[in-house]
Structure formats: C-alpha cells, structure tokens
C-alpha cells in the first residue's frame, strides 16, 4: 500500500539524514501516516493516541531537545555490522511469526471467540457503559488501567521533580557564589 | 470513482511533500513540508471515509486538523524563540 511504502521512505530519510531538525519533521510525518494508516485498520482510538502523542507531544519534545543540543548528528565513531544483523533477524523473525496469523478481520479469530461475545452481548447491562471499549478498559479491566495511570503519573512526577530540583539546586547555588 | 480518483491524487500530494522534507534546504521548506503531509492525510481521512462509506470518520480528520496546526505552531515558536514556554527570557530572540 502507498501509505506503507511512503513510510518506508521517511524512515530512510531518518536513517540517511544527518541534519537533526529534518530527523525531526520525518519522524512527526512518520507518524502522521501511521495514524492514517491506523484509522484505515480501523484502530480509531489508537490511531488517535498516536497522532496527539507521536506527531505532537513527541515532535514538540524533540524540538526541546534539540535546542539543547547541535542540529547535525555527530560522525559514528566506528561503524559496525552487528546492530544491523541482530536487527534484521529479530525482524524475520517476526515476520515468520506473522504467518501463523488468522487472515485480518475474520470472525473465527481467536481472538474474537474468548471473552468478546461476552463483552458485547453483556456490557451494557453489566457496566452500564454504552461504548464496548470504553466498558472494557474502565470496567472489565480496571485495575490494570488503574496501574497504567499510575505508572504515567508516577513518570511525569519524577521528570517534574527532576526539572524543577535542577533549576532550584542551580539557582541557591548561584546566590550562595554570589554572595560569597 | 470519484473518490478513488481523489485518494490517489492525495497519495501523490503526500509522496510530494515527503520528498521535499526530505530534500528542503531550509527549515521553513521542512516545516512546510509536514503541514502539507498533516493536511493531506487530513484529507484523505475524508476521502477513505467516504470511500468506505462511513463519513463518521470526518470528526477523526477534524482532530487531525486541528493537531496539525498545533504542532506547526510549535515548530515555528521554536524557531522564533529558541525555547518553548519562557519567551520572556530575552537572551535568544530569533535564531
């Protein structure tokens, strides 16, 4: 398909370009087409997850970064064929891995068989939620929800302490010079 | 038809506009470049909404739309400020 092979082009881009700014902009377009590519599977709300998070948050922090930082990638300091095998054998064998897979979207799925019919035919009058997946993720599973929000605000508490101890640390730091 | 004829016409917009990311010399050719992707895969979000017969996907390409100004707005603050929130600072002004 177009969008994959598009894709697949913006991803030579990041590999061959050493300009970091345009890395940048690849990766935001990168994943513009993956969420293009996500809504035409019909993974809505994962597409949307990453658009706001991998063509948005990602991109803007990765400017941040940059400012931080030199716009041209630094040579290697030695080139070595390892990564690149490792990488392409972890990469057929998920291919291979692929094969066993059920054709997409067949109702016969195993996936489709376990607990869906279930979830569909009960969900409404069990969780009184009327979107099946909102009723999985909020109900059904709750807790490991729960634990995921958790760990994100766990996360986002540490980069805040990090960031603010930092510049506090640099400022009374700063005075105590100054007035010594 | 109709549709299929506007999804390929995006496709090559799209393939276009990739090149020139990839190609453009300056930064603004580059940022160009990825509003013009953003705002194409807006559009074909439409176009394969239509095209599969459900226009409910036109919300999706609306959030789309909106992101992407988004994020182009950010790019061009960063370019003009040097740093995202503290523009206030003085120290950088345009890079």
């Known amino acids: ?3 994959l ?3 697949v082009v913006a991803t030579f881009g990041i590999l061959r370009l050493g300009n970091l700014f345009a890395v940048v902009i690849l ?4 994943s513009f087409l993956m969420a293009t590519v996500l809504v035409v599977l019909d993974a809505v709300d994962v597409a949307m997850t990453e658009a706001s998070v991998g063509a948005g948050i990602s991109t803007v922090l990765m400017l941040g970064t940059l400012y931080l930082t030199k716009v041209e990638e630094a040579a290697p300091v030695r080139r070595s064929i390892l990564p690149l095998l ?3 054998g972890v990469g057929a064998v998920l291919a291979y891995g692929t ?3 059920p054709p997409f979207g067949v109702a016969e799925a195993p996936i489709h068989q376990h607990v869906v019919p279930r979830y569909l035919a009960k969900s409404v009058e069990e969780t009184m939620v009327p979107n099946v997946v909102t009723a999985v993720l909020a109900s059904y599973r709750g807790y490991d929800t729960l634990g995921e929000t958790t760990v994100i605000f766990t996360a986002g508490i540490g980069v805040l302490l990090l960031l603010r101890g930092g510049r506090k640390g640099a400022g009374a730091r700063g005075s105590k010079e100054g007035g010594a | 038809m109709m549709f299929a004829a506007a999804a390929i016409a995006l496709l090559a917009t799209i393939a276009m506009a990739i090149a020139r990311a990839m190609r453009g010399p300056t930064v603004f050719d580059r940022t160009l470049a990825a509003n013009s992707v953003g705002t194409g895969a ?5 176009v394969v909404g239509f ?3 459900r226009p409910d996907f036109l919300d999706i390409a609306i959030t789309y739309g909106l992101l ?7 790019v061009l603050k960063f370019f003009r400020y040097g740093s995202m929130a503290d523009a206030g600072d003085g120290k950088d002004g345009a890079r």
Do not use: E, R, S
Request: aromatic share 10%.
């Open chain 1, 86 to 88: 490792i990488a392409l």
């Open chain 1, 1 to 3: 398909m177009a969008l």
């Open chain 2, 68 to 74: 992407n100004a988004i994020g182009t707005i950010a």
């Open chain 2, 51 to 53: 095209l599969g017969g």
């Open chain 1, 27 to 30: 990766g935001g377009i990168y």
């Open chain 2, 42 to 46: 807006v559009l074909l979000l439409a």
């Open chain 1, 5 to 7: 092979t598009m894709m």
């Open chain 1, 99 to 101: 094969f066993d897979f």
